[in-house]
Nanobody
């Protein structure tokens, strides 16, 4: 069973920075992509950033220019550097990975880490 272990959440003031880490129990290149979703109170879970095994990245418009997703393939870890944080970035951040298994794209999720931005 794939495990995704997140760390790095916390409380930060608006304008500050945080870095989230997600360590996978299996090789990075065994996945189709890895990324970060977030869910604010009362809202649906949404994509924040994703990186494919080939390297291309994609970001939600709301975080472009402030968040950067990166990978350390030797340690099967994905990072999310979050700068210029805003109160609206407050959410539970979930690490996500997916891969093709027997013709289906299977999703895996971490347990989530809370990010709270105070204004």
């Amino acid at each position: 069973q794939v495990q995704l272990v997140e760390s790095g959440g916390g409380l930060v003031q608006a304008g500050g920075s945080l870095r989230l880490s997600c360590a996978a129990s299996e090789r990075f290149f065994s996945f189709n992509s890895m990324g970060w979703y977030r869910q604010a109170p009362g809202k649906q879970r949404e994509l924040a950033a994703v990186i494919t095994t080939g390297g291309p990245t994609n970001y939600a418009d709301s975080v472009k220019g402030r968040f950067t997703i990166s990978r350390d393939t030797a340690n099967n870890t994905v990072y999310l550097q979050m700068n210029s944080l805003k109160s609206e970035d407050t959410a539970v951040y979930y690490c996500h990975a997916n891969r093709w298994t027997m013709g289906r794209l299977v999703d895996y999720w971490g347990q989530g880490t809370q990010v709270t931005v105070s204004s």
